[in-house]
């Protein structure tokens, strides 16, 4: 039972970090089209600071906290299949960490991207997700 609701929050978490990463990219990409010091230039900035901080990294920290502690009740570790995953994830944390660094450059009116360039990392996190979900579900190897 323990490993159930380790899994049920691990999915509960993980659904939580993929809307905000689908998110996040989204304002920026009405961000970057706003000019800097406009009211909606300021509403993005709050609308992307409590995304980050209130939902996506309390989100990433229990995926991780979750994902370990399941790792850990199944004896994942030396599980091909698992090892993939968990490289997939780190590379979640990655992008979650560089749409961080973004958000301050956008905070502090320095965005030198244009619209475009957030579309296009829109894209990162959903590839990713598809190939961790068939990692998980198929377990290939």
Request: glycine share 4%; aromatic share 16%.
């Amino acid at each position: 039972m323990v490993y159930d609701v380790l899994k049920a929050l691990h999915i509960v978490a993980a659904i939580a970090w993929m809307a905000g990463l689908l998110y996040l990219p989204r304002l920026y990409v009405y961000h970057a089209d706003a000019p800097a010091g406009s009211p909606q230039s300021e509403t993005f900035k709050v609308m992307e600071r409590r995304l980050l901080r209130g939902i996506m990294t309390p989100a990433m920290v229990a995926v991780w906290v979750f994902g370990l502690a399941l790792a850990w009740r199944g004896d994942w570790w030396h599980a091909g299949w698992w090892q993939m995953k968990f490289s997939l994830v780190v590379g979640l944390t990655l992008v979650h960490h560089l749409y961080a660094r973004w958000r301050k450059d956008f905070a502090a009116d320095r965005n030198t991207r244009p619209a475009r360039y957030y579309r296009w990392w829109n894209e990162v996190p959903t590839l990713l997700m598809i190939a961790i979900v068939f990692l998980a579900v198929l377990k290939p190897f």
